[in-house]
Every structure is written in structure tokens, then in C-alpha cells.
């Protein structure tokens, strides 16, 4: 079961002000030593230590593969890829164009691919509202699917300034999820 929480829209520039969104109910993030800590327990014939190691070794691969302009693809899991945030409005030509002035950051991407995307992102979702004070409220919902070559339904990108609840927990809440009440203005992705 999924649980969600709602959250509202208290922005006074949005067209959505007033409105209220779901969000999910994190209870924790699972740190890299406690992922490992589970794979070991799952009997992948490894120790804690050594998982630990790989998945170190893992992390740093990827983020340098990221910052050489690759993606990187984790069957059944994601693909990593980098995203520029840039400024809204943008330059008025390509010679008025300041990295400075037009662009705000650097942020990661992960978009739901393989398994991960027929399993549980297209699965029959049973969600209950666990906001404080909420009726006691259970309901079913099938996710949309996923475009024609398989990979990318549910895009998520993480570390834009405008997303709850983004703090030293590795951003519990954070990244928009294919569009709606991610971002501050509750009206879609970012401009890329």
C-alpha cells in the first residue's frame, strides 16, 4: 500500500493556489550502508563490507560517467542522466546567452525503466491518505503507462528548488514525478 499525505499549494503566482496535491508519505531513506546491510541479509553471498565496497564504487562510476555527458542505464531500475536548469525566460538571443545569468544548475535525472516500469508503475495501486485528520480513505488506481519503447513513464528529477521537503535526508520528497505537484508552480515539468 501506498501511503500519501496532502500537501497545499500555498504559492501565490500559481494558477493552482488553494489546490491540494498528494504527496508520499516517506517514512525513512535508506541509506547506501543500510542497502547494503539488506543485500547481505538477502543472501547474496556477499558480506555487508563488501557490498558496501561495490556499491561505493558503483555510485562514484556513475556520477563520473554523468559529469563526461553519458547516461547510465540500470536494467530495471533507471537511467541516470543530467539536466540543466535553466533561468525562466531564457536569453533573447544565443549572443545575450550568460552561463551566469541563464542558468540556475546542474540537476540528476532518473527515469523508471525495465522492470521497474511493468511491475510497479503500471500495477493496481492500492493508496490510503494518511494526512493528519484525513477520513480513514483506501482507494485503487492504475498508473499510466509507459511510452512506446518501454522506459521513461514516471520521470523523475530530483534537486529542483522548488521541490518539498528536500533537506539533508537525500531529499525525501524531492523531484517532480512525470508533471503534476513537483514543482512550485504545480503546472508541469521544467524547461530543460
Known amino acids: 500500500m501506498i501511503s500519501f499525505v496532502l ?27 543500510k542497502l547494503a546491510e539488506l543485500m547481505c541479509i538477502h543472501n547474496t553471498g556477499f558480506s555487508k563490507g563488501a557490498v558496501n565496497g561495490l556499491l561505493t564504487d558503483m555510485v562514484s562510476c556513475i ?13 530495471d531500475l533507471a537511467i541516470f542522466s543530467l539536466g540543466i536548469k535553466n533561468t525562466k525566460g531564457g536569453a533573447k538571443s544565443e549572443k545575450e546567452f550568460s552561463v551566469v545569468k541563464h542558468i540556475q544548475g546542474v540537476k540528476l535525472r532518473a527515469r523508471a525503466t525495465g522492470d521497474l516500469i511493468t511491475k510497479s508503475l503500471n500495477l493496481n495501486a492500492t493508496l490510503k491518505n494518511v494526512t493528519p485528520g484525513a477520513k480513514d480513505e483506501t482507494s485503487s488506481t492504475t498508473s499510466p503507462q509507459p511510452s512506446p519503447n ?42 530543460d
Open 63 to 75: 556520477k563520473e560517467q554523468l559529469l563526461e555527458g553519458k547516461n547510465v542505464k540500470i536494467a
Open 150 to 191: 518501454g522506459e521513461g513513464a514516471g520521470q523523475t528529477e530530483g534537486g529542483d528548488s522548488g521541490n518539498q521537503n528536500s533537506g539533508e535526508n537525500g531529499g525525501q520528497n524531492s523531484g517532480n514525478t512525470g508533471g503534476n505537484g513537483g514543482n512550485t508552480d504545480y503546472s508541469g515539468g521544467n524547461m
Open 7 to 33: 500537501k497545499q499549494n500555498k504559492n501565490p503566482q500559481s494558477v493552482s493556489k488553494g489546490n491540494w496535491f498528494a504527496y508520499p508519505d516517506i517514512k525513512e531513506t535508506v541509506t547506501l550502508n
